[in-house]
T-cell receptor
Framework: KAGVTQTPRYLIKTRGQQVTLSCSPI?????VSWYQQTPGQGLQFLFE???????NKGNFPGRFSGRQFSNSRSEMNVSTLELGDSALYLC?????????????FGEGSRLTVL | QQQVKQSPQSLIVQKGGISIINCAYE??????FPWYQQFPGKGPALLIA?????SEKKEGRFTISFNKSAKQFSLHIMDSQPGDSATYFC???????????FGTGTRLTVIP
């Protein structure tokens, strides 16, 4: 069974640009969550989607947005990039019916903002 | 505000020794406490988890101890091995919420 796939794995952008990251969950998983990982703040929850609906949102500015498609694939977008947005962005999938406990994480997309 | 506080930030243990990582939380609504292990270049992977109806859970060399009254929980790695060298994150959540609050991580190094 294929794991969570995130693309691109690495990308470099400049301040003011926007970026779109993609996540393909494990087959059959309907929930996709996004986390930002930085050395200083650790892992912080961005948002979670289930059946194309955002169910939960973390404490991030509106520049961070996401969506989920009917096949459960998800994208997140960051507009007007700032230097502080440099981070590893992790996508996690789960069955989503309840918090079974296990989030399956991808290997992440490492974003560098110059 | 960090909802889950984790210590130490880094830990060096000799092979065969016991590694202990501690976490504390404030939100008494939390009822699910997993530990995740992350190797360089990889995403975190669930290691072991506990719910507050038990005080201890053991899976192989990994044990979670949970103290509900103190709002603390810890991970013990017995007979630590070099292959255990990784970053460990504690986390907490509430049933019905599909987001985890993570600690800041502990980088464990096991010396051969």
């Amino acid at each position: 069974k294929a794991g969570v796939t995130q693309t691109p794995r690495y990308l470099i952008k400049t301040r003011g640009q926007q970026v779109t990251l993609s996540c393909s969950p494990i087959s059959g998983h309907r929930s996709v969550s996004w986390y930002q990982q930085t050395p200083g703040q650790g892992l912080q929850f961005l948002f979670e989607y289930f059946s194309e609906t955002q169910r939960n949102k973390g404490n991030f500015p509106g520049r961070f947005s996401g969506r989920q498609f009917s096949n459960s694939r998800s994208e997140m977008n960051v507009s007007t990039l700032e230097l502080g947005d440099s981070a590893l962005y992790l996508c996690a999938s789960s069955l989503g019916r309840t918090l079974s406990g296990e989030l399956f994480f991808g290997e992440g997309s490492r974003l560098t903002v110059l | 505000q960090q909802q889950v506080k984790q210590s130490p930030q880094s830990l060096i243990v000799q092979k065969g020794g016991i590694s202990i990582i501690n976490c504390a939380y404030e939100n008494t609504a939390f009822d699910y406490f997993p530990w995740y292990q992350q190797f360089p270049g990889k995403g975190p992977a669930l290691l072991i988890a506990i719910r507050p109806d038990v005080s201890e859970k053991k899976e192989g060399r990994f044990t979670i101890s949970f103290n509900k009254s103190a709002k603390q929980f810890s991970l013990h790695i017995m007979d630590s091995q070099p292959g255990d060298s990784a970053t460990y994150f504690c986390a907490a959540s509430t049933t019905g919420a599909n987001n985890l609050f993570f600690g800041t991580g502990t980088r464990l190094t096991v010396i051969p």
